[in-house]
């Protein structure tokens, strides 16, 4: 398998920057995730790999060697798309062993290890039934899992996949997805993963590039992305609910540099976050403001007061999770969300009734304004 | 606002006689708020469009506090419909969107006024009341089709799968909105949907239906804990739970391990007649303690064979070997570190074992 390297790689449609000075390596044996939102440019980055959208500045290397003038068919990547792109008239079987079948690898494999190779892969997808089928009587499900079978049949320098578990049920998601990082670890495959939901991309990757607006605006370990997130655009795509943010005023109080969202909520700015905080304050309405985040684990909940620091607001709504139950709160027009775990049974607070919060000091961070968050959706 | 009792309701299709609803009782309480949870092809959405006054009943009774509502139409139930598909007026601006349910009943033009009013301020649509529906988006549109079903207070309020395609920014607000505006407005509500994790956080009760038969009904914490069978006990909950081949004698049980049979000790004696026979015990990945050293106590070893990172938790997948070959998911805090290939040892306590004798789960509520 190869090593694949993106050097200042730039596509524009007509003036649009679709993706704009990427560079970005993915080793041999590596599973890498491109993710971001709808248009960010990820799909574009994929294609430009695969050699089916001519690169417009920039260099793509496998193994060192540019791929730029190479025309799809010798560069040697395995490819399955979010739109299947199944041959109509032939049935899963032989859709699947195309691949296999192509001159251009000079496999020339016997009817037998042909089978072999064919029906592994499709059990392993749980596909192994439907291989007599014709792609128009499988539901979009078991097309997608077909496509993924069709990619994964063969082992080329790269495997990229484009969002290829994004049409399976919740279940079969989950379990899929199980598969695939088996398959990856098993075959020591190089693949290049471009998904929007950050579930995939953290459970599957050894590495993350966050894309945005054709820019990667994060790359690192799943880790890091999920406790360390460079901005609030990579926080706020990250987890379910996703990572609280807020705007507050920095005003000075008995001394101390404190965080002011609302008229209840003042928080003293932990010692070791006052640089970072300056750092990223703005000017805003004559006052300086600045944007906090803390994911919803590290707010703590009681109806007794908490610690000198805690603050009290009344609850929004409550809704529930298997093992931990979610409350809102809305502070100055904006939502944000505490997760509490119920060792012992589910939480009994009340729509309206007002709770103590803590901030972990630990884990909050401030980020400059990237993003709107009165954009409400 | 209504008490709905289904009394031996069924509804069969008379092209090729398929069954779509079979038998099924149950009560929704005045002012709760209750899921239908299923697969598709469960029955779900019959029984939806059947207290709709949508299609037909074919047997069996559907009561609105007491009085039998059959040969009602949909305008005569008195019911709000939010679908999945918004299904707003594309010609009509969201102030209007809001206010058609109220004009259609000739409420007076105050009255339409301070009722749209009050629903735009508790679901932040103050500002979008003179834009068009093609203009918004996706979750605003969703947020004006909640506003219309919840703007007047009718007999029943009927949600079929309004936020589970919706991406995951948005879907913690819809949530808390929509349980905000049902404890904000005491509708009775029932809420249509195919993904577990949404009925879990959503409803006070569940109704389980699958293959059109009701498999369950009760609270969330009811059916987490002790499942009526099989089905129910893998449908919710993600992970779901582990099932592995199981021998019982009195309150010991034995399952088979790379490191030989290992003995677990049951919640409760089960009775004689399950000695010796081969049963299905299930583990929930959530209840499950992973040790890096062998406790005291009873557990299961396993090796490990992959991590997988979600975040707040992490997923481990272990063989657990011997006879049954099986595998088991567990989940454990994300601050938590293992290596794959490692063994590690699962333990549970005992009000966490499940049971199942073929499908029928053994240890009841």
Redesign the interface.
């Known amino acids: 398998m190869a090593e694949v390297v993106l050097e200042s790689v730039t596509k524009l449609y007509g003036r649009k920057r679709a993706v704009n000075g990427v560079s970005l390596t993915c080793r041999e044996g590596e599973f890498l995730s491109i993710f971001g939102p709808t248009g960010a440019g990820k799909s574009t980055i994929l294609k430009m790999i695969a050699g089916i959208e001519p690169i417009t500045t920039g260099r793509i290397l496998f193994n060192g060697r540019p791929v730029n003038d190479l025309p799809p068919q010798q560069r040697n990547v395995s490819m399955a798309f979010e739109s299947y792109n199944l041959y109509p008239h032939l049935n899963v079987y032989d859709n699947i062993a195309f691949p296999l079948r192509a001159p251009r690898w000079g496999l020339k494999l016997s009817h037998a290890e042909e089978r072999a190779k064919v029906g592994e892969i499709a059990n392993f997808l749980g596909i192994g039934e439907l291989l007599e089928r014709l792609p128009q009587h499988l539901s979009g499900g078991q097309k997608q899992r077909v496509s993924l079978a069709r990619a994964l049949v063969r082992k080329p320098e790269v495997y990229l996949l484009d969002e290829p578990i994004a049409h399976l049920d919740a279940r079969l998601k989950f379990s899929t997805q199980s598969l695939l990082k088996d398959f990856a670890a098993k075959y020591r495959a190089t693949i290049i993963y471009v998904t929007h939901d950050y579930r995939e991309a953290l459970a599957l990757s050894d590495r993350v590039a966050v894309l945005r607006k054709g820019q990667i605006e994060q790359e690192a370990v799943p880790e890091d992305i999920y406790y360390r997130p460079v901005s609030d655009f990579v926080g706020r795509l990250i987890g379910e609910p996703p990572m609280n943010l807020m705007d507050g005023q920095i005003v000075e109080r008995d001394g101390r540099s404190c965080f002011q969202a609302g008229s209840s909520f003042c928080l003293p700015v932990p010692a070791g976050l006052l640089d970072s905080m300056r750092a990223c304050a703005r000017q805003e309405n004559g006052g300086l403001v600045a944007r906090l985040g803390i994911r919803c684990e590290y707010i703590k909940l009681a109806r007794e007061k908490i610690s000198e620091t805690s603050f009290q607001l009344p609850v929004y709504a409550i809704v529930h999770e298997a093992e931990s139950s979610v409350v809102t709160f809305e502070l100055a027009n904006v939502f944000f969300y505490a997760r509490v775990r119920q060792e012992l049974g589910l939480v009994d607070y009340r729509v309206s009734e007002k709770l103590w919060l803590d901030f972990d000091p630990q884990h909050m961070m401030f980020f400059p304004k990237t993003i709107e968050l009165s954009a409400k959706v | 606002m209504s008490r709905v009792e289904l009394d031996k309701v069924w509804k069969i299709y008379p092209r090729g006689n398929v069954v779509g609803v079979k038998d099924l009782s149950f009560t929704i309480q005045d002012k709760e708020f209750l899921a239908i949870l299923g697969p598709s092809g469960g029955g779900k959405s019959s029984t939806l469009r059947m207290l709709a006054g949508l299609e037909e009943i074919s047997r069996g009774e559907i009561r609105f506090d007491g009085q039998p509502v059959n040969q009602l139409g949909p305008a005569e139930r008195n019911i709000a419909l939010a679908f999945e598909s918004y299904a707003l007026y594309q010609r009509l601006s969201v102030y209007e969107n809001i206010a058609f349910p109220l004009r259609a009943r000739k409420m007076k033009k105050a009255a339409v006024h301070e009722k749209v009013m009050s629903i735009a301020e508790l679901l ?1 649509l103050k500002d979008l009341l003179k834009k068009y529906p093609s203009s918004l ?4 549109q969703q947020r004006v089709s909640l506003g219309r079903a919840f703007v007047r207070q009718p007999n029943l309020t009927l949600l079929d799968e309004p936020i589970s395609h919706m ?11 929509i ?2 505006l049902h ?2 407005m005491k509708n009775t509500t029932v809420y249509v949907t ?4 949404e009925a ?3 409803c006070d009760r569940m109704v389980i239906l699958h293959k059109a038969e009701l498999q369950q009904i009760g609270t ?2 009811e059916i ?1 804990s002790r499942p009526a069978n099989r089905f129910v006990a893998f449908f919710v ?4 739970m582990n099932f592995l081949p199981a021998k019982v004698e009195g309150e010991r049980l034995t399952v088979s391990s790379a490191q030989g049979p290992r003995r677990l000790t049951l919640p409760a004696a089960v009775p004689a007649k399950y000695s010796g026979k081969e049963l299905t015990l299930g583990l929930r990945p ?2 499950l303690k992973v040790h890096r050293r062998e406790p005291s106590g009873d557990s299961l070893p396993g090796k490990l ?2 991590i ?5 938790t992490t ?1 481990l ?1 272990l063989s657990v070997g011997g006879e049954s070959g099986g595998e088991m998911k567990a989940v454990v805090a ?1 601050t938590e570190r293992f290596e ?1 290939g490692q063994t590690v040892w699962l333990s549970a306590e005992a009000k966490n074992i499940h049971l199942f004798d073929g499908e029928e789960a053994i240890f009841k509520k």
């Open positions: 932040d988006a996706g979750g605003q991406d995951q920014r948005v879907r913690a607000e819809i949530r808390a909105r349980r905000h404890d904000e195919h993904d577990q994790a879990v956080s959503l969330v914490e987490w909950g993600e992970p779901a959530q209840q064979r992959l997988e990172f979600q975040g707040e997923v997948t994300a794959t």
